[in-house]
């Protein structure tokens, strides 16, 4: 069973987020890492290999640094890795990213696709079913439970007030929810033998794109939200402060 | 020269501090006051392969180098000092002098399953009249036919009782002294080896401390490591690189309390200020950290002196006794800092405190680290 992982690097979730003089994200010295929900998708995938047999590939849109997540998920135990750097794609929108693994992916054998269900970054939860929509797949997302056999797979997932469960052949595109497994460290060993994996870095150009796939959507704007403002303390007789507060509440902050 | 680490490293840093930090640091305290020696993470950290990072992968290791083990016991240590020796002791005392000086029989018997996690590893060297001073040894070795019969007892042992394996020394020609020494390889539940006391201490509670106690102990032959009256070699060697992970310990120390001062610091408000915006804390700060930095950059050195096989003594002795000190100021200021809250088992600084002191005291005290400092650069000129 080959399994694919859409894989995306993020900002740590405790990076401290700022915006250079041209209005865009500084990621200059951020710590990164695997968004949270791929690295479910990765562990699922690695349990799938287990079971099955198969290899896991990684598949990545991203930059300079997004090797280093890419060895990571191979340090757990993924067997190969590509990645697509285009400076082109510094621009890409979720559209554009779901064009590019997609075609990435159509060129390698694959039963299971995996990737997490948003990232915590930009949070726009689209990616990985765009990707199922551009290869024809079914896709089940925000998994939590994913039972494979041969060439079907029950997953089930979270709706609102329960869970759904879904039977749907292979191949197919799932997407993973916090609860679906407990990632694994990657292992000493793991590590070690990680720099010797092979990690494909492609163009557009090589993964045979006549033109590079233009955005859809607008620009993004960035702005940081405004600083908070100071609480107000109410002093006094605790008869006098909690009419005070009432009056508060229910005139100026219009909450009762 | 390059101060960056290595990608590698720096994925290794970061696994281990994961793990450090979502399953040792919750259950350290509670381990500290009952002196429950940490049985399951150490099986844990066999998994993550932290068991045998220096030995090669044909001895059951990771072939990794030495400054992948200094920041592994580093990174434990920053949460609980105790793990961080159990792992350093089990390494560096026990598997390094088998894979140092053992046969190649030795290597597939002892180091394989060291090296795994497999087995929990010791090392029995000091003795009540041997300390600092090998010449004591007491416990005798008496060569009969094919085995050897061992008498004596070893005190302060880390990893006794929970280790399977031991690397000990025996006095085998009283009138040759330290040359009369040799080490033997020994395994738990063999008839004639028994556990003395446990004890009790001040700090690294949770690390396991006993007797080792051996009555008419009969081992084969070919348990002897090494040559007969080479033990007190094997045990200066063994403790030079075992000064490596003792120095990382101790700077896993220091980098915890750091850390922790430095986050209270920030938060802790008196005269209306927090502490950090006062002057008074701010030099504390800078002094602890200024010196956490000069001592990573010498164990780090004596990691990179150990990995290229250079001569490591003076590297590592410079290291431990540099880093020991530092953890032992750094996590005093740490406890000033905190206050009275410091002082009390609310916080871990209190625990990292005592934690320290045993860095100055351990595989060599920082007298014997100073005399073998001594003893190396003078040697040179």
Known sequence: MNI????????????????????????????????????????????????????????????????????????????????????????????VVAEVLAKAISQIPYDIILSGRIAVDDQSAQVAIRVAEALGLPSVSTVLALEVEENKAVATREIDGGTEV????????????????????????????????????????????????????GEAVYSLPGARKAGIKIQGEPADSVRELVRLLSEEAKVI | MNFDLTEDHVMMRKMVRDFAEAEVQPGAEERDEHEEFPAELWKKCGQLGLAGITFPEEYGGVGADYLSYGITIEELSRVDASLGVTVSAHSSLCANPIYLFGTEEQKKKYLIPLATGEKLGALGLTESMAGSDSKGTRTTAVREGDEYVINGSKLFITNGYYADTY??????????????????????????????????????????????????????????????????????????????????????????????????????????????????????????????????????QACHMATNKRPVSKYAAMAKVYASEVANRVT??????????????????ERMMRDAKITEIYEGTSEIQRIVIAANILKEV
């Open chain 2, 167 to 300: 690397v000990i020394t025996a006095q085998m020609d009283k009138s040759k002294g330290t040359r009369g020494i040799a080490a033997f390889i020994i395994e738990k539940g063999m008839p004639g080896f028994t556990f003395g006391k446990k004890e009790k201490k001040m700090g690294i509670r949770s690390s396991s401390t006993y007797e080792l106690v051996f009555e008419n102990l009969r081992i084969p032959a070919e348990n002897l490591l090494g040559q007969e009256g080479q033990g007190f070699k094997i045990a200066m060697v063994t403790l030079d690189y075992g000064r490596i992970g003792i120095a990382s310990q101790a700077l896993g120390i220091a980098q915890g309390a750091y850390e922790q001062a430095l986050k209270y610091s920030k938060e802790r408000v008196q005269f209306d200020k927090t502490l950090a915006e006062m002057e008074v804390i701010q030099f504390k700060l800078a002094d602890m950290a200024t010196e956490i930095e000069a001592a990573r950059l010498l164990v780090y």
């Open chain 1, 166 to 217: 879904i039977e749907v052949p292979l191949p197919a595109v799932f997407t993973a929810q916090k609860g679906l497994n407990e990632p694994r460290y990657p292992n000493m060993m793991g590590i070690m033998k990680a720099k010797n994996k092979e990690l494909k870095v492609l163009s557009l150009n090589d993964l045979g794109f006549a033109e590079a796939p233009a955005r859809k959507s």
């Open chain 1, 4 to 95: 694919a992982v859409c894989l995306k690097q993020t900002f740590d979730t405790e990076a401290k987020i700022s915006l250079n003089s041209s209005g865009k994200i500084d990621d200059a010295n951020v710590t990164r890492c695997i968004n949270p929900y791929d690295e479910y998708a990765v562990e699922a995938g690695l349990k799938l290999k287990e079971k099955f047999g198969g290899e896991v590939t990684i598949v990545s849109v991203g930059g300079e640094k997004t090797p280093e997540s890419m060895r990571t998920a191979l340090a757990m135990g993924a067997d190969k890795g590509i990645l697509i750097k285009d400076p082109v794609l510094e621009q890409a929108d979720e559209w």
């Open chain 2, 332 to 349: 005093t200021q740490a406890v000033q800092i905190f206050g009275g809250y410091g002082y009390t088992r609310e916080y871990p600084v």
